[in-house]
Nanobody, 123 residues
Framework: QVQLVESGGGLVQAGGSLRLSCAAS????????MGWFRQAPGKEREFVAA????????DYADSVKGRFTISRDNAKNTVYLQMNSLKVEDTAVYYC????????????????WGQGTQVTVSS
């Protein structure tokens, strides 16, 4: 049974930083593509970042490029999202997702999801 558990969310002031973690179990993590998505109230789930098995390929939404960094530690079965220069509009529930194939920015194609962690950025 695949399990993805996000952590690291919280309340931060604009301009601050947070690092999200997603611990995975029940899958061969080193052969699993990982993604981060977010959903703000009243909005659809949107792509944030994705990373390939080895970390050699990383994709980002334009809205977070240069501010967010996705990374992974295959020895710890964990994917991270380092978020710097946070803005009020980054406020959302952040979800990690996993799939055996590279799904990029399309949430409907990911087969496994975590429960999410709330990130709130205050002005």
């Amino acid at each position: 049974q695949v399990q993805l558990v996000e952590s690291g969310g919280g309340l931060v002031q604009a301009g601050g930083s947070l690092r999200l973690s997603c611990a995975a179990s029940g899958l061969t993590f080193s052969r699993t593509f990982m993604g981060w998505f977010r959903q703000a109230p009243g909005k659809e789930r949107e792509f944030v970042a994705a990373i390939s098995w080895s970390g050699g390929r990383r994709d980002y939404a334009d809205s977070v490029k240069g501010r967010f960094t996705i990374s992974r530690d295959n020895a710890k079965n964990t994917v991270y999202l380092q978020m710097n220069s946070l803005k009020v509009e980054d406020t959302a529930v952040y979800y990690c997702a996993a799939d055996l194939n590279y799904r990029g920015a399309i949430p409907e194609l990911y087969h496994n999801w975590g429960q999410g962690t709330q990130v709130t950025v205050s002005s």
